[in-house]
Nanobody
Framework: QVRLAESGGGLVQAGGSLRLSCAASGHTSSTFAMGWFRQVSGPGRDFVAILRFAGDSTTGTAYSDASKGRFTISRDASKNTIYLAMNDLKPEDTAIYYC????????WGQGIQVTVSS
């Protein structure tokens, strides 16, 4: 079982930046991808970004149209941690951000609030 712990959320003004972190622990050896979704309201979550890897090497990244060009996903393999650097934040980026990790199943973090004021 993979456990995920998110950090780095908070309140920021429009145009500002935040960096989210997601540290994985537990049975991480079979994990091959990690990333982020976000939830604004209601039950659905929207895809933000994903980073695929094999061992210490990143094999690919992908972004939603809303995050492309402003957000960057990265990984520190030595810490089993991924990051989401968010720049030029907009009020519509306000959401709860959930980290996920894919191995034999998808594990989710608890979620972290990001609030962007206008």
């Amino acid at each position: 079982q993979v456990r995920l712990a998110e950090s780095g959320g908070g309140l920021v003004q429009a145009g500002g930046s935040l960096r989210l972190s997601c540290a994985a622990s537990g049975h991480t050896s079979s994990t091959f991808a990690m990333g982020w979704f976000r939830q604004v309201s209601g039950p659905g979550r929207d895809f933000v970004a994903i980073l695929r890897f094999a061992g210490d090497s990143t094999t690919g990244t992908a972004y939603s149209d809303a995050s492309k060009g402003r957000f960057t996903i990265s990984r520190d393999a030595s810490k089993n941690t991924i990051y989401l650097a968010m720049n030029d934040l907009k009020p519509e980026d306000t959401a709860i951000y959930y980290c996920f990790a894919d191995s034999t199943e998808r594990a989710w973090g608890q979620g972290i609030q990001v609030t962007v004021s206008s």
